[in-house]
């Protein structure tokens, strides 16, 4: 299976502690995008990279949030100093530029539950 | 404010029996119109994407409409199966950078 890989699918965590997740996309997307989705709630977005540029954040990621796309191929998700609200799934998805006004479907992987304690 | 509004917030059918999702949207610009299927603990998949200019979208059991007039779209499955069981969730598309804007989600259970 080729697709969007999330690890760890599982983190739990005391509140202050840093986490960091990885996400590797479909091989030949050049586009990555990070979300994160509470219970009952529809995904809410994060950042978005195009290659290895951080195009996009959105006002939800505070300064205690870094991303990082190196080469252009996975991405890394830090929470520093994690507090009780960041309890979530966060969901990383991957989709390729054709110019065709945005037709593609984005493919997420099964995220990563992170449980702060 | 981009906003996008989903009914039922759950909803319960038996196998077999057919059932129609409701979308409403107060997005602009206006890009596209998807639904999404999530099954639990795993992330969406896509089952439609739809432009302004299409009404109709069909994929296998599932067929999208959207009328862009009065910014509603829905998502009509036809002969449920348990498989079905999962949130359904439409989402916009909005100016560039494929910023997406989800709904919370509508829940279906198919029940035997």
């Known amino acids: 299976d080729t697709g969007v890989s999330q690890n760890p699918r599982h983190k739990i965590t005391k509140r202050g502690q840093n986490v960091t997740f990885r996400c590797d996309p479909i091989?030949?997307?050049?586009?990555l995008y990070w979300y994160r989705q509470t219970l009952g709630q529809g995904p809410e977005f994060l950042t978005y990279f195009q290659n290895e540029a951080q195009l996009e954040k959105s006002r939800l990621l505070s300064d205690r949030f870094s991303a990082e796309r190196p080469k252009g191929s996975f991405s890394t998700l830090e929470i520093q100093r994690t507090e009780q609200g960041d309890s979530a799934m966060y969901l990383c998805a991957s989709s390729l530029s054709l110019g065709t006004g945005g037709l593609q479907p984005q493919h997420f992987g099964d995220g990563t539950r992170l449980s702060i304690l | 404010k981009n906003q996008v509004e989903q009914s039922p917030q759950s909803l319960i059918i038996l196998e077999g029996k057919n059932c129609t999702l409701q979308?409403?949207?107060?997005?602009?610009?206006?890009?596209?119109l998807r639904w999404y299927k999530q099954d639990t603990g795993r992330g969406p998949v896509s089952l439609t994407i739809m432009t302004f200019s299409e009404n109709t979208k069909s994929n296998g059991r599932y067929t999208a409409t959207l009328d862009a007039d009065t910014k509603q779209s829905s998502l009509h499955i036809t002969a449920s199966q348990l498989s079905d069981s999962a949130s359904y969730i439409c989402?916009?598309?909005?100016?560039?950078?494929?910023?997406?804007?989800f709904g919370a989600g509508t829940r279906l259970a198919v029940h035997p």
């Open positions: 091989s030949e997307h050049n586009r």
């Open positions: 979308c409403n949207y107060t997005v602009s610009p206006f890009s596209n």
């Open positions: 989402v916009v598309r909005s100016g560039g950078y494929n910023k997406l804007i």
